[in-house]
């Protein structure tokens, strides 16, 4: 069964440059969410999309956007990095955002700001 | 955490045994869901409980769920080192996104 892809899997940037990251959710699944994992910590919610449209913001600093394409796909920008943006990124998708759904979470992406 | 906590935050046990996992939450909630992480790696889904279910069954694990007590449990039977883990509650917020909020999660090790 297909999963969500994210891209890259490992990204090493230094202090104040920016960073891209891909997310590619589960074919038909229309509601994307992004969380960032520091070390040792538990995943904490950034932000959402359903259907293109931003749904929901966490604790997303003002030097991330985000946004979802018209195939679904999203990005997370993340500029000025800091030494403390250095986490796991992950993205999940599930269908429909209301109701009873498994949020499907991809491999991550490990950010490293040297 | 904007969450709760989880219950203990590491666990040993020998393999066969049964290992206990509890969490408690803050808000209101669509559904509860627990996932595993290995090592610093990708979440993986186990099991979801709907908000008005109280157990749910799954191969080895067995969640409950009590709304009045804003808690859950994993049981995972006759453990196996392979299930050498961390495991997180995630609550799915009611209105909005659902988005999921973890708690700090139990550091599981069975022993061989």
């Known amino acids: 069964a297909a999963g969500v892809i994210q891209s890259p899997r490992h990204l090493i940037k230094e202090k104040r440059e920016t960073a891209t990251l891909k997310c590619y959710p589960i074919?038909?699944?229309?509601?994307v969410y992004w969380y960032q994992q520091g070390p040792g910590q538990d995943p904490q919610f950034l932000i959402s999309?359903?259907?293109?449209?931003?749904?929901d913001k966490g604790s997303i600093p003002d030097r991330f956007s985000a946004q979802q394409f018209s195939d679904y796909h999203s990005e997370l920008n993340m500029s000025s990095l800091e030494l403390g943006d250095s986490a796991l990124y992950f993205c999940?998708?599930?269908?429909?955002?209301?109701?009873?759904?498994?949020?499907?979470f991809g491999p991550g992406t490990r950010l490293t700001v040297t | 955490s904007q969450q709760g906590e989880e219950d203990p935050q590491a666990l040993s046990i020998q393999e066969g045994e049964n290992a206990t996992m509890n969490c408690s939450y803050k808000?209101?909630?669509?559904?509860l869901q627990w996932y595993r992480q290995n090592s610093g790696r990708g979440l993986v889904h186990l099991i979801l409980?709907?908000?008005?279910?109280r157990e749910k069954h799954s191969g080895r694990l067995r969640v409950t769920l009590d709304t009045s007590k804003k808690s859950s449990s994993l049981l995972i039977t006759a453990s196996r080192a392979a299930d050498t883990a961390s495991y997180f509650c995630a609550a799915a917020t009611q209105g909005g996104s659902e988005k999921l909020v973890f708690g700090k999660g139990t550091k599981l090790t069975v022993n061989p």
């Open positions: 808000t209101s909630i669509n559904n």
């Open positions: 409980i709907r908000s008005n279910e």
């Open positions: 999940a998708s599930s269908p429909t955002g209301t109701g009873y759904y498994e949020q499907y």
């Open positions: 999309f359903y259907e293109k449209m931003q749904s």
């Open positions: 074919p038909r699944h229309d509601t």
